[in-house]
């Protein structure tokens, strides 16, 4: 059942897995059953499965780093992960744990310790881990399922970035609509992505690199393909810098892990204005137009951030200077922090056994 191990600079995203896997089942009569690390295999579930059919499933995509201090293996706020795979859960109308997060992290941290050899060493190197919930209810009709599968399977990645930032060039005009108010929007389901692969090839084939998802009559910013969106800009107001990301209020919006860590950051060095309200594609095309738009980046854990370096709206193309000066700071605070060269806030790096 061993897995070829490629070389650690041959890694190709999500392709390698390790050796194991972590299992917990529920059922309606048993609920949570005892949960099990077994050697990564095919799963074997019937045809009629409601995941397979209606989408009833989630996910969470977070990482084991090696530390580049003291080698300790660690991760990074995986309570926000376990928070976030709860709230998905209840989305979905599936049961809540019986177990706390905490006592799902040991099982998650057991997988890692068991497959340690498979996390590279070195910078941008990690080990994703990708905790998943589906139904397993066989029953083609529409219900709440009777049974589920929560599994965690991990895969070594290599960095996402080779040879220094690439910037992503995306655009707005497309006639589709990633999430809504009192959507899906704010849990990491499935059928969110699914219904992303039909613009995101429309948008290949204009030649941007990925979607800029907005919403409603004002043309709200929400999202970048899968990342969360920020904007540095002078602000035409009060005529000072500020760093913009949508608010989560409206549901819309996926709660990002580096999402909330950057805007934490920002905040506590208090130097500029850091606001969660909607930016909107005509304050943004009007701040390029006067000089005001400073940087533009996507936030999300595979990447942890990614230059915007221009933004195809209503036929044209917005050129962002990306001089990439707050992109590359915030880089290197959040990545210092997860390889444990910096001391983060207390909770956010977490050497594996040491997690409350
Ligand atoms: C996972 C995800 C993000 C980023 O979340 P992180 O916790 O920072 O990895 C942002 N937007 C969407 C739509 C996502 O699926």
């Known amino acids: 059942m061993r897995s070829e191990m490629s070389k650690p600079e041959e890694l190709v995203f999500g392709t390698t897995l390790s050796d194991h896997m972590l299992m917990i089942e529920w059922s309606k009569e048993k609920n949570w059953m005892d949960p099990r690390?077994?050697?990564?295999?095919?799963?074997?579930?019937?045809?009629?499965?409601?995941?397979?059919?209606?989408?009833?499933?989630?996910?969470?995509?977070?990482?084991?780093?090696?530390?580049?201090?003291?080698?300790?293996?660690?991760?990074?706020?995986?309570?926000?992960?376990?928070?976030?795979?709860s709230s998905s859960m209840d989305r979905l109308q599936m049961p809540g744990f019986d177990f706390n997060h905490s006592q799902l992290i040991d099982c998650i941290e057991n997988l890692v310790l068991l497959d340690q050899k498979w996390i590279p060493e070195g910078e941008g190197y990690s080990l994703y881990l990708r905790p998943t919930v589906i139904a397993t209810h066989k029953f083609l009709g529409l219900a709440a399922p009777d049974s589920l599968l929560l599994f965690c399977i991990t895969s070594p990645v290599g960095p996402y970035y080779k040879s220094g930032f690439a910037p992503i060039r995306l655009t707005t005009d497309t006639p589709y609509v990633r999430a809504w108010p009192g959507g899906t929007g704010a849990?990491?389901?499935?059928?969110?992505?699914?219904?992303?692969?039909?613009?995101?090839?429309?948008?290949?084939?204009?030649?941007?690199?990925?979607?800029l998802w907005l919403f409603g009559d004002d043309e709200s910013i929400t999202e970048v393909g899968s990342m969360n969106v920020f904007f540095f800009l002078i602000n035409k107001e009060t005529s000072r810098p500020e760093l913009v990301t949508a608010p989560l209020d409206r549901g819309d919006i996926l709660p990002g892990v580096t999402r909330d860590s950057i805007l934490q950051l920002t905040r506590s060095w208090g130097e500029f204005d850091v606001s969660e309200r909607f930016p909107t594609m005509p304050e943004i095309a009007q701040a390029a137009k006067e000089g005001r738009l400073i940087e533009a980046f996507g936030a999300g854990t595979a990447a942890v951030v990614t230059p915007i370096s221009c933004i195809e709206y209503q036929g044209n193309d917005i050129e962002i200077p990306a001089t990439g000066k707050l992109t590359q700071r915030i880089w290197d605070e959040i990545t210092g922090i997860q390889y444990g060269k910096i001391e983060g806030p207390e909770g956010w790096s977490i050497p594996i056994g040491d997690h409350q």
Not at 49 to 76: N, P, T, V, W
Not at 187 to 211: F, I, L, R
Request: aromatic share 8%; with cysteine.
């Open 37 to 85: 690390i077994i050697p990564r295999q095919d799963l074997n579930i019937s045809p009629a499965a409601s995941s397979l059919h209606y989408g009833i499933q989630c996910f969470e995509g977070m990482k084991a780093y090696r530390s580049i201090a003291d080698d300790s293996i660690r991760l990074f706020r995986p309570d926000m992960n376990m928070k976030r795979l």
């Open 187 to 211: 849990a990491k389901v499935g059928g969110n992505y699914a219904s992303t692969m039909k613009p995101q090839a429309e948008a290949a084939a204009k030649g941007y690199s990925q979607v």
